[in-house]
């Protein structure tokens, strides 16, 4: 299996030493499958979800977004195939009672006991997460947490075309939360049961599917590149039909090398007009489209680029680390693209306890900080120690305040990826 240059556990580590993702409910023990995301890394997923909706909604005239509701009406998932099919196989430890998933582990012995042969026969579990609606706790009242946001997308389809009635091909666009009650979360974040997708559901003429796979096929490098992910350790996958979701007539999924080896990064399916149709045999509402300027009649198929938040932070963080050597002593980095870092500049007075330089330096931060907006102040400890920190965080610029600032009015700025110092005048920054 190919390895990243990056082990996981310098992820993990990095990750929680400098606030980017702590374990979820940490201080009560932790709970297996979910994460909370720290002051840089909520910054860092938020570019990513900003760099992603300028470039797929904003920078576009066909693709058009929503927000829909995490709790659908129950008969969604029932005609979407998910009560029925959105499942995973299940084994249990005779011995141990632990539970796997039986197709990601050697059933002939127990990872968590190592005894052979306790396993019995896999058994079918839906990883929907029930819950109920209304104060009465029956039957009746069951409804899920959505285990993907396509859904609240085709059940809007009629709605956005009624109301903005869009040139054929379209896309409809979502950033939201999914549930999945993974058996066997596993690899940081790269499995949970909470995650975030970006997802963009394309309706086409059922003619030019093809042509529409293909584009899509090439925006995504583009996104690939924008996050500054190397397209060498990237990999296509054409998923053959044995393993294909239920909806899907083809799919190409897009792996990368993670810390962990070559393992899905995002997916792009052509999901015919499955879900359409679903949604006009269970309502009995037309699905159709009229093509402007004439009556020809037809329901959309669907190309569905998806992208999963959590995947793409761990893969940009993967990227990104970077360890060198400076004056014989190990450094470690982040190597972001400007655009995703957390933060832009640090600004630091080179000494803390000398007035002036501290005054002078808040001057400079403020003007920074109402232009680039994530600038960060940082006087603890000393000139180097704070270097090392920013790298860590991938601060890509640093602004230290020192006496000559005083009398000619230029600083220093200092470059995360060469260390190279230079100076510069405060109006030029």
Request: some cysteine.
């Amino acid at each position: 299996m190919t390895k990243n240059k990056t082990n996981l556990e310098d992820i993990v580590s990095l990750a929680k030493r400098r606030g980017f993702i702590y374990q979820g409910s940490e201080v009560y023990g932790g709970i297996s499958g979910f994460y909370d995301f720290g002051p840089f890394g909520v910054s860092l997923k938020r570019n990513i979800t900003n760099l992603w909706w300028r470039m797929f909604v904003d920078g576009r005239d066909d693709v058009f977004g929503i927000d829909a509701a995490i709790i659908m009406n129950p008969k969604v998932w029932k005609a979407s195939g998910h009560v029925d099919t959105f499942t995973d196989p299940l084994v249990e430890c005779n011995n141990c009672n632990s539970r796997f998933r039986a197709d990601k582990i050697d059933i002939s012995k127990c990872p968590n006991c190592s005894k052979l042969g306790t396993f019995g026969k896999a058994k079918m579990f839906n990883m929907m997460f029930k819950t109920n609606v209304g104060p009465i706790d029956s039957e009746d009242s069951i409804a899920y947490l959505r285990p993907e946001t396509a859904q609240g997308i085709f059940t809007n389809y009629k709605n956005i075309v009624d109301t903005i009635y869009p040139d054929m091909p379209f896309g409809v666009a979502q950033i939201g939360k999914a549930f999945r009650n993974e058996i066997s979360p596993r690899d940081f974040i790269f499995r949970v049961r909470e995650l975030e997708q970006m997802e963009i559901e394309y309706f086409v003429h059922p003619d030019d599917w093809e042509k529409s796979f293909e584009k899509w096929r090439a925006d995504i490098y583009e996104w690939f590149r924008a996050l500054g992910l190397d397209e060498a350790r990237i990999h296509e996958l054409d998923v053959p039909e044995s393993d294909r979701a239920h909806y899907s007539k083809r799919t190409i999924d897009f792996e990368y090398d993670f810390p962990i080896g070559k393992e899905e990064l995002m997916g792009l399916a052509y999901r015919t007009d499955f879900d359409l149709l679903n949604i006009q045999k269970a309502t009995g509402k037309s699905m159709e489209y009229i093509q402007k300027g004439s009556n020809n009649k037809f329901v959309p198929h669907v190309i569905e680029p998806s992208f999963g938040v959590e995947r793409v932070m761990m893969a940009v963080l993967a990227e990104a680390y970077t360890e060198d050597e400076i004056n014989g002593e190990k450094r470690i980095f982040l190597k972001l693209p400007t655009e995703l870092a957390p933060v832009k500049f640090c600004v630091s007075p080179l000494l803390k306890n000398k007035p002036e330089l501290v005054k002078k330096a808040r001057e400079i931060y403020t003007i920074l900080q109402k232009k680039y907006h994530n600038v960060m102040w940082d006087d603890n400890g000393n000139i180097g120690k704070r270097y090392r920190r920013q790298d860590e965080i991938g601060t890509p610029k640093c602004v230290v305040i020192d006496f000559d600032t005083l009398t000619d009015g230029t600083v220093t700025v200092r470059d995360r990826d060469t260390t190279k110092q230079k100076r510069l005048a405060v109006k030029d920054l």
